[in-house]
């Protein structure tokens, strides 16, 4: 079996120190995996993501565990900022998946809608976004957002 090839790395990919998520938590993107099972294998480069949902929740988790190096690489190049920052007061404490369109192993495109759960500066609120996605040299990317109806 050969490794997957990994997504080009992007000029200027810092990454900020992760959160304290233990390798034994659940994972923050809330499947039931720990989080050294789920999502960590891909933000560590082990193995990519095999579907759209996949990736935004591997994504969502990067942001909770502050991983920006991995958010730009899975990021579409042709939409990938030159550098990204966190708020470092701001943390993620929930993913919800509404619903999905595409992006399965078969697909080379799809569509997530999720609602991300934060708190910062004590105030909890939330981000809502219909994400697409797309193939790119053979694993998922972000590509943006679809505008708001």
Not at 50 to 71: C, H, I, K, N, Q
Request: glycine letters at 8%; aromatic letters at 10%; charged letters at 20%.
């Amino acid at each position: 079996m050969s490794k997957p090839n990994k997504p080009n790395r992007p000029k200027n990919a810092p990454r900020r120190p992760a959160a304290a998520v233990a390798p034994a938590a659940p994972c923050p993107c809330g499947r039931p995996e720990a989080y050294r099972d789920c999502c960590a294998p891909f933000h560590q480069g082990h193995a990519t993501a095999p579907t759209a949902e996949r990736l935004m929740r591997s994504r969502y988790s990067a942001f909770a565990v502050g991983d920006t190096g991995y958010l730009l690489r899975t990021w579409h190049p042709t939409t990938r900022p030159g550098s990204l920052d966190l708020e470092p007061a701001q943390r993620w404490t929930g993913l919800d998946i509404l619903g999905t369109t595409g992006g399965s192993a078969f697909h080379t495109e799809g569509t997530v809608e999720f609602r991300a759960h934060f708190i910062l500066h004590g105030r909890a609120d939330s981000q809502y976004e219909h994400s697409r996605f797309v193939r790119d040299g053979g694993q998922w990317v972000y590509l943006d957002a679809l505008p708001s109806v």
